[in-house]
């Protein structure tokens, strides 16, 4: 698994009033981003918003392994938890798609 990396992929279901928050908040330059840099492992996060469904995201966040991804929850455990309860807000409804690895190519 030398040539692999780590995602998870969450989705939501984002209210109307709170679309443009979302957008923001969870958008590459947002909130989340900046506390996923300060781990390290940390790679990117995608932003993907349905064609038909305007209110439907899906977010996939990269890691160099999951171990990164667990050690950063860890010991940012703190300043995520903040973060997730005043996003709570923006959503109907959030649902964890999984854990996956991502395979590149050589």
Known sequence: MSNSTFAYIWEYRVKDEH????????????????????????LKTELHKDVEDPNHFVTVDYW???EARDKFKTAFK??????????????????????????QKN
């Not at 923001?24 to 506390?35: A, S």
Request: contains cysteine.
């Open 19 to 42: 679309l443009d928050a979302f957008e923001h908040t969870y958008g590459p330059d947002g909130e989340w981003v900046k506390l996923f840099r300060e781990g390290a492992g940390y």
């Open 64 to 66: 160099t392994s999951k």
């Open 78 to 103: 703190k300043q995520f938890e903040v973060i997730d309860k005043r996003c709570e807000s923006f959503t109907e409804w959030e649902k964890s798609i999984g854990d996956f690895s991502c395979f």
